[in-house]
């Protein structure tokens, strides 16, 4: 009879390491690997090594991170959706894209499982599954930290020192930590209590304040479409100017947000993200569509960008309702094109200028000199009168009835 097989989202850390070995001790299976480089960088040279010796049959390693810019980042770049005022959705909108190529590897070897590390207590549980579900409605989903008896990162080390595995987290830097093109998330250990400052050697892209420099630097974007193109007059592709800001950003202390968020599961907790060009593009994106977007579709999408930023952060990307947001959203960038300028400086992005050939700003219009012909100043009495209609009526009633 042919063995199981389990597809495993494989990233070398310390969860999926020790997952390997104990797939095999509790189920008659091989053990596919697969890690998705959505931009973790250095951290996936090692991979093939480290999942052969833990106990893997095969190791995929599948280059998304064009893809991840152009159909994750963009279409919520497009929107302006932040969770809760601070949070990029780096990890969020990684998850669905992960999920989808687990899927894929899954359908093409025949698997019947698909196994994560996410824990019983997180948000990427849900992300996963419910992309799982949505292209794959039968396969069956092994979640060992929902039915293992380990508890602590602790038992984990131990359980692959037991095994004579690496064990790939020190003890001077235990915390859960993930990373992509677009940010680097730290949670756990001190960071559980928000009375703690963080540590100051916490930061491993962005430069702590005391060390950015002391002049601050200028930085110009230019947009097509709400899609961001050139640095500095120069163009780039979607992932090369994600890599250029980065660096720019993260010289200048920019892009760090400490926040505790409401997770999806129920329980507040608190983490720390790095995402330096992402804070550069939201802020030039932004700048940008006040001067492109009329106040109508402008407020619109405000509101629309909460909800959106639910959708994404809940792993509700592959639905119906966030697939015609995007749409909406697509649909008002058409004269988001422009070249905005910032001045980085000590973690901050501060507006240094906006032009744009679609600009709907008129300075002619909006000066408080004279321009009669586009702007009658007398016009305002009519206009407050029958804005103010409703107020008045209002007041005649209260007054005729003593209310006044």
């Not at 932040?82 to 999920?99: D, H, M, N, W």
């Not at 899927?103 to 419910?130: M, P, S, W």
């Not at 020190?170 to 250990?189: A, F, Q, T, V």
């Not at 780039?236 to 993260?250: F, K, M, R, S």
């Amino acid at each position: 009879m042919a063995k199981t097989k389990i597809v495993l989202a494989y990233s070398g850390g310390l969860d999926t390491t020790i997952i390997i070995p104990w797939l095999k001790e509790n189920y008659e299976c091989d053990v596919i690997a697969v890690a998705v480089d959505v931009g973790q960088g250095e951290e996936l040279a090692p991979l093939h090594e480290k999942a052969q010796k833990s106990g893997a049959s095969k190791l995929y390693i599948e280059d998304v991170r064009e893809t991840f810019v152009t159909d994750y980042i963009w279409p919520t770049l497009q929107m302006g959706a932040v969770y809760e005022q601070k949070y990029l959705l780096g990890t969020s909108f990684a998850r669905p894209l992960i999920a989808e190529r687990l899927v894929a590897v899954a359908k093409k070897e025949g698997a019947q499982y698909i196994c994560h590390g996410a824990t019983g207590k997180g948000n990427d549980q849900v992300r996963f599954e419910l992309t799982i579900k949505s292209l794959a409605p039968d396969m069956k989903i092994i979640a060992p930290w929902r039915i293992w008896d380990i508890k602590t990162r602790e038992e984990e080390m131990e359980y692959a020192r037991e095994r004579g595995l690496d064990v790939p987290v020190k003890k001077d830097r235990p915390y859960s930590m993930d990373r992509n093109l677009w940010h680097l998330s730290h949670e756990g250990c001190e960071l559980e209590n928000p009375a703690n400052e963080p540590p100051a050697d916490l930061q491993m892209i962005c430069a702590p304040l005391e060390q950015t420099p002391d002049q601050a630097e200028y930085v110009e974007v230019g947009y097509e479409k709400g899609i961001p193109v050139t640095v500095n007059g120069q163009a780039y592709g979607p992932v090369e100017i994600i890599e250029v800001l980065n660096q720019i950003g993260a010289r200048h202390g920019v892009g760090v947000a400490d926040l505790v968020e409401n997770r999806l599961v129920g329980m507040k907790s608190r983490g720390v993200y790095e995402t330096p060009a992402g804070k550069i593009l939201f802020d030039t994106h932004q700048i940008l569509e006040t001067i492109t977007l009329d106040r109508d579709t402008a407020h619109y999408k405000d509101m629309m960008a909460i909800r959106f930023s639910e959708l994404v952060y809940d792993g509700k990307w592959n639905t119906p309702l966030r697939e015609a947001m995007s749409a909406f959203a697509a649909s008002t960038q058409q004269t988001v094109t422009g070249t905005v300028r910032v001045k980085l400086y000590k973690g901050n992005v501060v507006p240094a200028g906006v032009t744009s050939p679609y600009s709907l700003y008129m300075e002619e219009i909006a000066t408080f000199g004279d321009s009669k012909e586009l702007y009658n100043h007398g016009d305002a009495e009519g206009f407050i009168n029958l804005f103010g209609l409703p107020l008045k009526v209002q007041a005649m009633m209260k007054e005729k009835n003593g209310l006044l």
